[in-house]
């Protein structure tokens, strides 16, 4: 084999997946057709859970370095400031929770910290490198590249986009529809005279929702700006100067724009993929699923495919790798019809089509039922998200349930007085020797049912494996 995975596209997904499999000293290669890095917004959102991901991964502080909290959206109806909204109701962080809301960071820098990352274990994005062909075996896959080279690898990885070439190539079918009427003009821009603190919606006092939304992309100079198209516009210029046409009518002139990064009329494509794997062969991120942009689901999804099949083509077995495709598939059908939900709210003109709840922050995502998931019973079970929680060690020091589950290691648990190979855990008012932790808030106890006594085993994926008694 010439590497153990080869992965085809440098996205948020098949970024992830390679650090995934490159700090498991895996070997991995990850190619892309494009000839540059992309810059651009796209998915700007990132979930609590992908927070808690990259945490793990090791990205987290660049990651909050460069983006920022949510902000605020001030209403502009006839040129007048008539209001203020929040797309997510403040959330305080809990022990369980610590990052309860969504973040904002343009995805080409998400994309740029992931890279710097995967770069810190030696592994570089090879631009300018598209998959051209390739067939497999029963021992691995062998691909051509546009460079001419061949490629003989264990596992081939399609993270390349909706237009997916690994998955036409397999003849996977892409189950869904493209709606064309419903269409929204997007981009990113130079808006001189908008305060970068706040979210801005410009509209017509006589019809508050049809207008044009302006965000900030944190660490740019650049805002992402939205306008749905009615149905008469069918034709419709994306340059500058029709951007600038199209505010001006519903601000008065106070905006003027510059600097158009790109734009473009972005129609409704919901789609899921028949499979997500074909024998050594794996679909993961927009190959597999495409999303509406409403309820910032896209990207997030596809870090979370990345994540999950890192850990399992690390080890092998074909038990955890046949796991992939029934725990993603179905969490991405799943979260295909919130964002879908989302965007019809927007269609029928509802007011609180912007708003965000707990459906969205991809915290809930559960494996219950899966196959590596065995039955039990409880608030949590074996598939569900393990929660964080402070706890202190025989010096004092505090240390997070997240901290030990960092890595790319399972974690034992070990609830009360019983032998541990992991960490045991013991009760506030206990005296912790060795290696021993206390619970002294009893959050950890309180959020993994623990009073008897148990043993919880936590994937490396940060999902409950096996709880017992």
């Known amino acids: 084999m010439d590497t153990r995975v080869l992965i085809a596209g440098a996205g948020p997904t098949g970024l992830t997946l390679a650090i995934e499999l490159a700090r498991r000293d895996v070997a991995v290669r990850i190619i892309d057709k494009a000839e540059t890095y992309f810059v651009g917004s796209r998915g700007d959102g990132l979930q609590p859970r ?218 409704p494509n919901v789609r899921l993929a028949a499979r997500f794997r074909d024998g050594r062969i794996f679909l993961a991120g927009d190959a597999a699923h495409v999303h509406p942009p409403t309820g910032g689901q896209g990207l997030n999804t596809g870090v979370g495919d990345g994540y999950n099949l890192g850990w399992k083509l690390a080890d092998g077995s074909p038990e955890l790798i046949d796991s992939y495709e029934v725990e993603r598939r179905t969490n991405a059908a799943r979260v295909l019809g919130i964002s879908t939900e989302l965007m019809q709210k927007y269609v029928d003109g509802d007011e609180d089509a912007h708003k965000r709840g707990e459906d969205t922050q991809q915290l809930d995502i559960s494996y219950r039922g899966g196959p590596l998931s065995p039955a039990g019973t409880g608030e949590l079970r074996p598939g569900d998200r393990a929660p964080d929680a402070p706890l202190v060690d025989a010096n004092g020091k505090r240390v997070r349930l997240f901290e030990l589950f960092r890595g790319p290691h399972a974690t034992e648990l070990v609830f009360g007085d019983g032998p541990a190979e992991g960490h045991r855990i013991l009760p506030a008012g206990s005296v912790a020797t060795g290696t021993d932790l206390v619970d002294e808030g009893g959050h950890a106890y309180a959020a993994y049912e623990a009073e008897g006594g148990r043993t919880v085993l936590i994937r490396p994926d940060g999902y409950v494996w096996s709880i017992t008694a």
């Open 50 to 267: 992908t927070l808690e991901i990259f945490e793990d991964l090791g990205v987290l502080d660049a990651v909050l370095a460069a983006g920022a909290a949510p902000v605020p959206m001030k209403i502009h109806l006839g040129g007048e400031v008539v209001g203020e909204r929040m797309m997510f109701d403040p959330v305080e962080p809990t022990p369980a929770k610590p990052y309860p809301t969504g973040w904002f960071l343009g995805q080409s820098q998400t994309e740029g910290i992931l890279r710097d990352r995967l770069a810190e274990f030696g592994v570089r994005v090879e631009l300018n490198t598209a998959l051209t062909g390739f067939e497999q075996d029963e021992d691995g896959v062998t691909a051509t590249l546009s460079t001419g080279e061949t490629v003989r690898a264990e596992y081939l990885v399609g993270a390349d986009g909706g237009k997916s070439f690994v998955r036409k190539t397999l003849g996977i079918g892409f189950e869904g529809s493209t709606d064309e009427s419903i269409r929204m003009l997007l981009g990113d821009v130079h808006a001189e005279g908008l305060d970068r603190a706040y979210g801005h919606w410009f509209a017509a006092p006589e019809d508050p929702m049809s207008g044009m939304m302006f965000s900030p992309l944190p660490g740019t100079p650049w805002f992402q700006f939205g306008a749905p198209l009615g149905d008469g516009e069918l034709d419709v210029e994306t340059a500058l100067p029709a951007v600038q046409a199209r505010l001006d009518a519903l601000s008065g002139g106070t905006v003027k724009l510059s600097d158009l990064a790109w734009s473009t009329v972005w129609r």
